[in-house]
């Protein structure tokens, strides 16, 4: 199909005032010889209308609020049409109509696709997905709104209206204005290529947007685990027992360095959390909070103690509840206690765990993965590049195992 003219005319149509004196908003599409009008359900005071521009004069709130559903307007039908062309068949103007009142009526525009994801995840928490999950997504959702409102001057874009500015600009808006940090950032750019992906899949859009968009790489990050000096001062601190929340906070910072609990699990576990194997071992085994996976530890002597200490049959949880922000306030104390340089912060304990009580005393770190509850092993090996002791015994044993080889050229 040759396409020769292509035009899309906005007009008052001021024979049809209504209450308030103000005009309906009409709009005629052109192609070729064929032609189509439709209503764009907006209205406006005639003296701020400027034919010219087919927009309103002026900065007051009508002229921006109307002026933005114009652009939004403009947009589909230009959307409409592209549509049309990539399907190489012939159209009229008629059919650019129907397609871009039925893409604002009915179609799956890209905000309602992101409702649908999130509806979707809250389906399978407790599932197969965490309810830490959620709140990334809920984040992503309104810094969505924010970012279309605000340089689209509209709640909601069509997939055909969207390009691939659009998530360059998007990134550009959580870095320098949000103040994100890169790796947020990627979470958030990585749930707006999701949706696409889920849109293009379903046939609600055209095209896979974004496909190659390629995600800024993650920083890496080392696990802060203590060292061996750290770890004895704060295992042999004297804590007064006039400061028992002191003493609280440093037990649950030495259970998850025996046993490698997060918090949210060091403070949610319970009894029904521990089982005895065959050859009377106390074992903890737990669903994790973060991404629902089974981690089950052997319990070492002093966890067992631990657990002793504290129990409570009027208490459903092994031990009592200390709440994040207070224990991580006492974690700073207890650095200063045990005159400790670096920060000192709860999770440390894991990491802490996964090297000085594991994988320096020659624990496989296939069986790490499992204690730790890690998803991917790959997760788990990072902490065999923070432990260069255990790269040294291991380099001894390989020195002593070879001793009495011979080189035969």
Same mark, same amino acid.
């Given at each position: 199909?040759?396409? #020769?003219?292509?035009?899309?005319?906005?007009?008052?149509?001021?024979?049809?005032?209504?209450?308030?004196?103000?005009?309906?908003?009409?709009?005629?599409?052109?192609?070729? /010889? =064929?032609?189509?009008?439709?209503?764009?359900?907006? =209205?406006?005071?005639?003296?701020?209308?400027?034919?010219?521009?087919?927009?309103? /004069?002026?900065?007051?709130?009508?002229?921006?609020?109307? /002026?933005?559903?114009? $652009?939004?307007?403009?947009?589909?039908?230009?959307?409409?049409?592209?549509?049309?062309?990539?399907?190489?068949?012939?159209?009229?103007?008629?059919?650019?109509? /129907?397609?871009?009142?039925?893409?604002? #009526?009915?179609?799956?525009?890209?905000?309602?696709?992101? $409702?649908?994801?999130?509806?979707?995840?809250?389906?399978?928490?407790?599932?197969?997905?965490?309810?830490?999950?959620?709140?990334?997504?809920?984040?992503?959702?309104?810094?969505?709104?924010?970012?279309?409102?605000?340089?689209? !001057?509209?709640?909601?874009?069509?997939?055909?209206?969207?390009? &691939? @500015?659009?998530?360059?600009?998007?990134?550009?808006?959580?870095?320098?204005?949000?103040?994100? *940090?890169?790796?947020?950032?990627? !979470?958030?750019?990585?749930?707006?290529?999701?949706?696409?992906?889920?849109?293009?899949?379903?046939?609600?859009?055209?095209?896979?947007?974004? @496909? !190659?968009?390629?995600?800024?790489?993650?920083?890496?990050?080392?696990?802060? *685990?203590?060292?061996?000096?750290?770890?004895?001062?704060?295992?042999?601190?004297?804590?007064?027992?006039?400061?028992?929340?002191?003493?609280?906070?440093?037990?649950?910072?030495?259970?998850?360095?025996?046993?490698?609990?997060?918090?949210?699990?060091?403070?949610?576990?319970?009894? #029904?959390?521990?089982?005895?194997?065959? &050859?009377?071992?106390?074992?903890?085994?737990?669903?994790?909070?973060?991404?629902?996976?089974?981690? =089950?530890?052997?319990?070492?002597? &002093?966890?067992?103690?631990?657990?002793?200490?504290?129990? $409570? $049959?009027?208490?459903?949880?092994? %031990?009592?509840?200390?709440?994040?922000?207070?224990?991580?306030?006492?974690?700073?104390?207890?650095?200063?206690? *045990?005159?400790?340089?670096?920060?000192?912060?709860?999770?440390?304990?894991?990491?802490?765990?996964?090297?000085?009580?594991?994988? #320096?005393?020659?624990?496989?770190?296939? =069986?790490?993965?499992?204690?730790?509850?890690?998803?991917?092993?790959?997760?788990?090996?990072?902490?065999?590049?923070?432990?260069?002791?255990?790269? %040294?015994?291991?380099?001894?044993?390989?020195?002593?195992?070879?001793?009495?080889?011979?080189?035969?050229?």
């Amino acid at each position: 199909m040759k396409i #020769e003219k292509f035009k899309v005319l906005l007009y008052l149509k001021k024979s049809g005032l209504d209450k308030k004196g103000k005009a309906p908003i009409m709009g005629r599409i052109t192609l070729n /010889n =064929s032609m189509a009008q439709f209503s764009t359900k907006l =209205s406006c005071t005639p003296e701020l209308w400027n034919p010219r521009e087919s927009r309103l /004069n002026g900065k007051g709130k009508e002229a921006v609020e109307t /002026n933005g559903k114009i $652009d939004k307007i403009l947009l589909a039908v230009n959307a409409a049409y592209d549509a049309l062309v990539e399907k190489k068949t012939d159209f009229c103007a008629t059919d650019i109509k /129907n397609q871009m009142q039925g893409s604002m #009526e009915t179609q799956m525009t890209f905000m309602k696709m992101v $409702d649908t994801l999130c509806d979707e995840l809250k389906c399978r928490i407790g599932v197969d997905r965490a309810k830490g999950t959620y709140p990334t997504y809920h984040y992503t959702r309104l810094s969505l709104i924010e970012f279309i409102t605000k340089n689209y !001057h509209t709640k909601d874009l069509a997939f055909g209206q969207m390009t &691939e @500015q659009f998530i360059h600009d998007y990134q550009s808006f959580l870095l320098d204005e949000k103040g994100l *940090a890169i790796d947020t950032m990627r !979470h958030y750019i990585a749930i707006v290529k999701k949706v696409c992906r889920k849109a293009y899949k379903e046939g609600y859009s055209e095209r896979f947007l974004f @496909q !190659h968009f390629t995600l800024p790489r993650p920083k890496e990050k080392t696990p802060r *685990a203590l060292s061996r000096e750290s770890f004895e001062k704060i295992r042999d601190l004297d804590i007064p027992a006039t400061r028992p929340s002191y003493i609280l906070a440093r037990d649950l910072f030495l259970f998850a360095c025996y046993a490698g609990t997060a918090y949210a699990d060091t403070v949610s576990i319970t009894r #029904e959390n521990l089982y005895t194997d065959d &050859e009377g071992a106390l074992w903890l085994k737990y669903r994790r909070k973060k991404n629902v996976y089974t981690a =089950s530890v052997k319990l070492l002597p &002093e966890a067992i103690a631990l657990i002793d200490k504290y129990h $409570d $049959d009027n208490r459903e949880t092994l %031990f009592p509840m200390m709440y994040h922000p207070n224990l991580r306030r006492h974690m700073k104390g207890l650095a200063l206690l *045990a005159d400790i340089k670096e920060d000192l912060c709860y999770h440390q304990a894991r990491h802490s765990f996964a090297t000085l009580i594991t994988l #320096e005393q020659g624990v496989p770190i296939e =069986s790490i993965s499992r204690m730790l509850g890690h998803t991917n092993i790959v997760t788990t090996q990072v902490y065999a590049r923070v432990t260069p002791k255990k790269l %040294f015994d291991d380099m001894d044993k390989f020195i002593k195992a070879t001793k009495d080889w011979k080189l035969v050229l």
